[in-house]
């Protein structure tokens, strides 16, 4: 059945630790494309993250205020069944670079396996953060390099803050 673009739940699932200039465009645009977007982060005991879960909820939260139409949540287990769960009819996706599609390409047709009636929707990461990864802001910062622009100024606060309980 036909649905109106103002009706349609999309996820825009990742780690977001921390969310970049890059997530941050991509979520602008989805929220223009979709009724609503959950930006969703995923609860992920196995990897060492610098940031826990509830202070990237906070920075994300921060980040999308100016979006009504934009929501934060965690989510652990299947990126699918959370979808179904929340009434989502698509997945949304960056992509910087060809290397970045392999990967996404995989993912995008495992959860439309999982969940048919769910689809990925990659959008072009903006050119200017093409290179952004939330990896590489982490090590260009703890190395004393500059980010600015390239994060939320709120997360490079908060960035400042973690390195010096660090040291
Ligand atoms: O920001 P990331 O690390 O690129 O995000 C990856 C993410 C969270 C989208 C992916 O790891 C995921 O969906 N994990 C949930 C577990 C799952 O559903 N795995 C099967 C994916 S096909």
Redesign the pocket.
């Known amino acids: 059945m036909a649905q109106n673009h103002d009706s349609v739940v999309a996820i825009y ?4 630790d921390p969310i970049t200039s890059g997530h941050l465009d991509l979520i602008e645009r989805g929220s223009r494309l979709f009724g609503r977007l959950i930006v969703a982060i ?1 609860q992920n005991e196995a990897k060492s993250a610098l940031f826990t879960v509830s202070e990237r909820m906070e920075m994300l939260n921060e980040a999308i205020a100016p979006y009504p139409n934009v929501e934060v949540d965690h989510f652990a ?4 069944d959370y979808a179904v769960k929340k009434g989502a009819r698509g997945i949304l ?1 960056g992509i910087r670079a060809i290397s970045d599609y392999e990967y996404e390409l ?2 995008a047709l ?2 439309h396996r999982l969940q048919p009636r769910i689809e990925t929707i990659f959008l072009p990461a903006g050119e200017q953060y093409s290179f952004v990864s939330s990896r590489l802001v982490k090590e260009v910062f703890t190395l004393g390099g500059d980010i600015s622009g390239l994060v939320p100024a709120g997360v490079e606060r908060r960035m400042r803050a973690k390195l010096a309980t660090r040291l």
């Open positions: 699932p990742g780690s977001f995923l287990g299947l990126l699918a996706r995989q993912m495992m959860n």
